[in-house]
């Protein structure tokens, strides 16, 4: 875990809302850590919730629904500090997009003290060439934040891995866990650069406490490996003895179409393997110098991520 110089006063008064995923998770562990005791998390996700009360009891925790007027609402005009992380991310249905990332965000705004302090944790597709839902709907929810007139400070945030991770390399490492043999379409040669988000909080962290001028930051990974040595470096810290099998592209392909006859929600899919041997590389800032927060070397953000005596073994719900 990075240290990061910034001092934050305990009783600060912080809300976070859609706090019970990945991100939400992994920001409660490290601000009780620090002895934080004005940790409060909002979220509809009552398992992921009921997950997060019984591994952090130092925080609060209330289910809301963002999108709905409610009692929730009181906590955001005593807050200090807003930790903005819902969001909509799959779905099949554009209104649940819009209701999620944009509705529940006038809520927020709304509601939020005009003396408090924000950080919204946007992401790298605002940026992007995409055009899908989620793009355009967490594009809008940036624009709204940054023109709410709240001090606040967006960061820009890639895919990201750590303890609580349900997806990525969590899913990766539980499905190694189950099977023999691994498969890796072609060489593997595909670049990744993964962020880490023990390092993304200890930046939120850090906002919280320098409370720089109002700006966006975009947030990636500070080192750049290939698919297969990442998997490699999975598969020793959570001690598998899989056995990694390179495919031909063609027949990986070809197994998956197959695969996808007989199951209509495949854990894995073409279009999925079509983006995996894509390299995927993203802009990188001087965050450590910016946040004064020390990038974690990958390998061993990967050793802590599987290897906690507690966190490594939660796992959080769909």
């Known amino acids: 875990m ?50 997060a009360a019984e591994i952090h009891p130092g925080a609060r925790f209330t289910e809301a629904d963002l999108a709905e007027a409610g009692p929730w609402q009181d906590s955001l005009r005593e807050a200090q500090v807003v930790i903005m992380l819902h969001a909509q991310i799959g779905g099949l249905h554009p209104e649940e997009f819009t209701r999620n990332n944009v509705v529940a965000t006038r809520n927020v705004l709304e509601a939020v003290s005009r003396d408090a302090y924000l950080v919204h944790v946007s992401s790298s597709v605002v940026e992007s060439a995409a055009d899908d839902d989620y793009s355009s709907s967490k594009a809008e929810q940036e624009a709204m934040v940054l023109a709410s007139g709240l001090a606040c400070t967006v960061l820009r945030a890639t895919l990201m891995f750590g303890w609580f991770d349900r997806k990525h390399f969590g899913w990766l490492s539980n499905f190694m866990a189950r099977v023999p043999v691994f498969p890796i379409p072609g060489n593997g040669r595909y670049v990744r650069q993964p962020l880490y988000a023990g390092d993304f909080c200890e930046i939120i962290i850090a906002s919280m406490a320098r409370r720089p001028p109002t700006a966006c930051y975009n947030i990636s990974g500070k080192e750049k490996m290939d698919y297969v040595d990442i998997i490699r470096l999975i598969r020793a810290a959570n001690g598998s003895r899989s056995l990694l099998l390179h495919l031909p592209y063609w ?14 929600d495949p854990p894995f899919t073409t279009a999925q393997l079509q983006a995996l041997v894509i390299d995927e590389v993203f802009e990188d800032i001087d965050w450590e110098g910016i946040f004064g927060v020390a990038a974690t070397p990958l390998h061993q953000a990967i050793h802590d991520t599987f290897t906690h005596p507690v966190y490594s073994k939660v796992r959080l719900k769909f």
Not at 32 to 51: E, F, M
């Open 2 to 51: 990075s240290d990061a110089p910034a001092a934050l006063p305990a009783d600060t008064r912080i809300v976070i809302t859609g706090g019970a995923g990945l991100v939400g998770q992994n920001l409660t562990a490290r601000l009780l850590a620090r002895g934080c005791t004005g940790v409060h998390v909002l979220d509809k996700a009552s398992g992921n919730l009921a997950i």
């Open 251 to 264: 027949l990986f392909y070809t197994l998956l179409k197959i695969y996808a006859v007989f199951d209509r």
